[in-house]
């Protein structure tokens, strides 16, 4: 039998997962906006992953009878600048590490190995997030921003010939 606290988890997994595939859409907008093209496909890429989170989680509260709620955790919000979305979103994937974490722990002492097994997956995947991200301030702050910027974006033959 499932325990409550299990479903409540996954539900809360399920918004934060919402909440990240919406925020990289809206970061692939403004990065598109910027004229940095080849960063905003990355994270398109994320955006992808993030929805196949949310996927995982939405089946796996299905398979346990639960009623998934599909809500945003928070609101996306509009980075001003490329440190602060790199910023922003660090602290986000390091918050969802620690969470699922400490859920698959709480899953693990339900005797909830499928759960545990998902919490513990998409963890280790948040942490591939999290060590992109640092690498990007890192690049960020030792190229400057104007390096950085020029190495996302198209080169003007391939914008010629589309």
């Given amino acids: 039998m499932t325990k409550p606290q299990t479903l409540q988890n996954l539900q809360q997994a399920l918004s934060m997962e919402l909440t990240a595939t919406h925020q990289y859409q809206l970061h692939a907008a403004v990065l598109d906006d910027w004229g940095m093209d080849l960063l905003a ?8 992953e993030e929805l196949d989170h949310s996927e995982a989680f939405l089946v796996r509260i299905l398979f346990l009878k639960g009623e998934p709620k599909l809500e945003l955790e928070k609101t996306p919000v509009q980075a001003k600048s490329l440190k602060e979305m790199f910023e922003t ?8 590490i620690n969470f699922y974490t400490e859920a ?3 899953a693990s002492e339900d005797h909830d190995i ?13 942490e591939g997030h999290m060590s992109w991200l640092e690498l990007q301030l890192d690049l960020l702050q030792r190229m400057g921003e104007p390096a950085y910027i020029s190495k996302h974006m198209p080169s003007p033959s391939a914008t010629e010939s589309a």
């Fill in 41 to 48: 496909t990355q994270m398109r890429s994320e955006l992808r």
């Fill in 89 to 96: 979103d660090l602290k986000d994937e390091q918050e969802a």
């Fill in 104 to 106: 698959s722990i709480q």
């Fill in 114 to 126: 499928g759960t545990r097994q998902l919490f513990e997956r998409i963890a280790l995947e948040e």
